[in-house]
């Protein structure tokens, strides 16, 4: 499977912004789904997930701040993003993998298929 991220930029403070994730080459309906990110000079950490069956699981700094969402029919993935701060600046991933279980979500290494990554740049 292939997946294009998309949706990054320059957001102040407060703002908000919409990240997507279109995959092609299979259907995702039976997938789970994530969102990584990883900043400057730090490992890839986990932000988001939502299984086949739509159960979700964040990331505590997230929580409350950021939505993931799926949308089968277009094959694609979402992270509504609200509150925005300067440390969400990173680049963020979409990821999946078959054979997923749930207490490997949040794990990078547990995942086969990676996005290229769409840049988000939060300023003060």
């Known amino acids: 499977v292939q997946l294009q991220a998309s949706g990054g930029g320059l957001v102040q403070a407060g703002g908000s912004l919409r990240l997507s994730c279109t995959a092609s080459?299979?259907?995702?309906?039976?997938?789970?789904m994530s969102w990584f990110r990883q900043a400057p000079g730090k490992e890839r950490e986990f932000v988001a997930a939502?299984?086949?069956?739509?159960?979700?699981y964040y990331e505590d700094s997230v929580k409350g701040r950021f939505t993931i969402s799926r949308d089968n029919a277009k094959n694609t993935v979402y992270l509504q993003m609200n509150s925005v701060k300067p440390e969400d600046t990173a680049i963020y991933y979409c990821?999946?993998?078959?054979?997923?279980?749930?207490?490997?979500?949040?794990?990078?290494?547990?995942?086969?298929?990676w996005g290229q990554g769409t840049q988000v740049t939060v300023s003060s």
């Open positions: 080459g299979r259907t995702i309906n039976m997938l789970h």
């Open positions: 990821a999946t993998s078959a054979g997923l279980i749930i207490s490997s979500l949040p794990l990078a290494n547990a995942y086969n298929y």
């Open positions: 939502i299984t086949r069956s739509r159960s979700t």
